[in-house]
């Protein structure tokens, strides 16, 4: 898998099963240099995040999974059909993640993982809009540090990122439960 992610090593029993299920590789080996992308494969972009997860954090298991997993589903998205959750590239991120696990923090992250920046861009920044989000988060902390290190990644915008932080100060500590304050 290292050929698809750059530098990954299965450190866990779910990552060794991950690296052989041919529909994620098949998803970390799709595309191409594009906006907010421009390292272009899916696992290119997995292996900034795994690059920049810490070694010794607690959440570091849950954080590689996610990074995993969280785009590889892009390639089954059909542009010319719009949007819906069967052609949701997080849906059906979250849709697979269920043969890995029912943990309803991860899968709720996997699921969410670009609201932040939907809401950013569309809602012109709506903080109400982004605490309504968080209050469907199972582990604020955990969402919030993901969407950080997605965030974080060569191309992305660095306003979302501010906006992100300036608007979620504190907000692990205010939608409990959170193993991590923001």
């Known amino acids: 898998m290292d ?18 299920d041919p529909l994620l590789r098949a998803g970390l080996a799709w595309g191409r240099p594009r906006p907010g992308h421009p390292e272009g494969a899916v696992g290119a972009h997995a292996g900034a995040i795994l690059r920049a997860i810490d070694v010794g954090g607690e959440l570091r298991a849950d954080l590689r999974f996610l990074a995993l997993v ?4 892009k390639f089954r998205v059909v542009p010319e059909r719009g949007w819906s959750p ?25 699921e969410l993982h670009d609201e932040p920046y939907w809401i950013w861009k569309t809602a012109d920044g709506c903080v109400a809009a982004l605490h309504a989000l968080l209050e469907r988060v199972p582990d604020t902390g ?7 290190l997605d965030a974080s990644t060569a191309g992305k915008d660095p306003g979302l990122l501010a906006w992100v932080r300036a608007a979620t100060r504190g907000a692990a500590r205010r939608h409990e439960p959170s193993r991590l304050a923001a």
Do not use: I, K, M, Q
């Open 86 to 110: 069967d052609n949701d590239h997080a849906v059906l991120a979250r849709r697979f993640a269920e043969r890995y696990t029912s943990d309803a923090r991860l899968l709720t992250a996997l």
């Open 70 to 73: 969280h785009d590889a589903f």
């Open 142 to 148: 955990l969402f919030l540090r993901f969407v950080e």
């Open 3 to 20: 050929a698809l992610v750059p530098g990954f090593v299965a450190e866990t029993p779910r990552e060794h099963a991950l690296a052989g």
